[in-house]
């Protein structure tokens, strides 16, 4: 069964510096997709970022970045220059290709201090 | 665009009533709906799976008989929480995907507090 480990349950990060919050998941499956969501204390789900598992490259959104290491299952977030609207919870998750399922990890807390 | 509502926000009932949820897709045809619940400071657990039409596909756990499922159209999706008792106090979210949804991605809802009596 695949899994996602965020080992990370709660992370601290000065205003405008650089946090990197990790992911590892598993599973034998060549095809699927990662995602990184946002869910600010208004506990509404916000996608960050997604990455296809056969593209090398990785994905960027503006501040947001994510290091994909296919053959360590790993897949962790690069949050440059966070703001105080970054504070949130961040699942990482994984979705099959052919199934609609996403698997969310247990998440980690951001805080950022001022 | 990809806004999906739900209503209400917030509900308070007491123990052996039954509470409905309304998920809707406002722009977009949901083919695939997904309703969730997350426990205070816990990650979303997948209860069900709905496809307009069809009954809807139950996570191993999760009671059917307790937690009613309709999705009758391509933008509407219910949860029936039935003979609510405190232990369903929860925070139900659900999401939408399309057929055309890009990588898979699905679209939450804002969530609905659940509070019983």
């Known amino acids: 069964a695949q899994t996602v480990t965020q080992s990370q349950p709660e992370m601290s990060v000065q205003e405008a510096e650089t946090v990197t919050l990790s992911c590892t998941y598993d599973t034998s499956e060549s095809d699927y997709y990662l995602f990184w969501y946002k869910q600010p204390p208004s506990r509404q789900m916000i996608l960050v970022i997604r990455q296809e598992a056969y593209k090398q490259q990785n994905a960027t959104e503006n501040r947001f970045s994510v290091n994909f290491q296919k053959a360590a299952k790993s897949f962790s977030l690069k949050i440059s220059d966070s703001q105080l609207g970054d504070a949130a919870m961040y699942f990482c998750a994984y979705n099959m290709n052919r199934d609609d399922k996403i698997i969310f990890g247990k998440g980690t807390r951001l805080h950022i201090l001022p | 665009g990809a806004v999906v509502s739900q209503h209400p926000s917030r509900v308070i009932c007491k123990s052996g009533t039954s509470v409905k949820i309304e998920c809707r897709s406002l722009?977009?045809?949901?083919?695939?709906m997904f309703w969730y619940r997350q426990f205070p400071k816990q990650s979303l657990m997948l209860m069900a799976t709905?496809?307009?039409?069809?009954?809807?596909?139950?996570e191993q756990g999760v009671e059917k008989d307790k937690f009613l499922i309709n999705h009758a159209s391509l933008t509407l999706s219910t949860l029936t929480v039935t003979s609510a008792h405190p232990e369903d106090s929860s925070f139900y979210i659900c999401s939408a995907r399309t057929s055309q949804s890009f990588g898979n991605e699905q679209f939450f809802g804002p969530g609905t507090r659940l509070t019983v009596l």
């Open positions: 709905s496809n307009e039409g069809s009954k809807a596909t139950y």
């Open positions: 722009d977009f045809q949901a083919t695939t």
